[in-house]
């Protein structure tokens, strides 16, 4: 979950909040563990959540951005998009009432949100993107089938634009959320790399996450950061950072090399590195260069 710039805009005192990392399990929605980034320290939050989203029989959080969360309710034809400090909700109607879809991203805008959605009807693949200032879907032609059906996480937004990466053989898509228009990224992906992922800090800054290695065993993960030469008018992929080995080691070996369970987000000057496996969360910061384990 991230919050400050929500905060910053519905608080009289925002100066006095800090950003959050919370986590939460299927089985409690109610009940949840909150990091604050600022104090390296963990608390117990109880959410108050609508009584339409409170238990984990009638309600499945799908997606988080700025202080707004995500839900999908069973058996009904909707998705509720709920603003946490302000205690409302949204209720979202499907584009059709037989609505199957695989991946869902929630993205706050200035004055706003929208949702992107991937579907697929028999051969069929479909990009939607709800925009909650007019209230009304839009439908693109979807993604290629090796990214419908090897869609890690969920987008990454960054320029305006939701960005994913795919199976072997690996690539970086991205949806262009106002055209609907699909490019892959021209910047060539470094040598033998057995997972990749993408995190970004919305508008500035776009990482490559990697594990390198042979015979799809990581020996080391690194971090690249996009490059663009404006006289040339190419993108590159640029090393900056390596984890350390005694880390790095640790990392791979309770993902037991199944990469398809990392999970890698952006978060305040973090990328954090997890594994859905394992109760740890690694993270880099990016302004000193230092990795860390959070804290139990």
Not at 29 to 49: A, P
Request: with cysteine; net charge neutral; proline share 4%.
């Amino acid at each position: 979950l991230f919050t400050p710039h929500f905060v910053s805009k519905h608080s009289l005192s925002s100066a006095s909040f800090s950003s959050f990392i919370i986590l939460s399990h299927p089985q409690s929605v109610q009940k949840c563990s909150l990091f604050n980034t600022g104090s390296n320290s963990w608390c117990e939050l109880s959410l108050s959540l609508p009584r339409v989203l409170s238990s984990p029989l009638s309600s499945n959080l799908l997606s988080s951005s700025n202080g707004l969360l995500c839900f999908s309710i069973p058996r009904s034809s909707c998705f509720v998009v709920y603003n946490l400090l302000a205690k409302s909700l949204r209720r979202v109607n499907f584009p059709t009432c037989l609505f199957d879809y695989e991946s869902l991203t929630l993205v706050s805008t200035d004055n706003g949100f929208k949702l992107f959605v991937l579907s697929s009807a028999g051969s069929s693949n479909q990009a939607l993107v709800y925009s909650s200032t007019v209230c009304s879907w839009r439908r693109f032609e979807g993604s290629t089938q090796i990214l419908s059906e090897s869609c890690h996480q969920k987008g990454v937004f960054y320029n305006g634009c939701l960005f994913f990466t795919t199976l072997e053989p690996f690539h970086v898509v991205y949806f262009h959320l106002e055209s609907g228009r699909w490019e892959g990224s021209t910047a060539v992906l470094p040598q033998d790399l057995t997972f990749v992922r993408v995190a970004s800090d919305g508008y500035q800054k776009l990482y490559l996450i990697a594990g390198v290695g042979t015979s799809g065993i990581s020996r080391s993960i690194k971090i690249w950061e996009l490059g663009k030469d404006e006289d040339q008018g190419v993108d590159y992929w640029v090393e900056v950072e390596t984890l350390p080995e005694m880390i790095c080691r640790k990392f791979v070996s309770v993902c037991y090399h199944n990469y398809e369970h990392v999970y890698c987000f952006w978060h305040q000057g973090l990328i954090c590195l997890c594994c859905y496996t394992w109760p740890e969360m690694l993270y880099f910061k990016v302004s000193r260069g230092t990795w860390h384990w959070l804290p139990k």
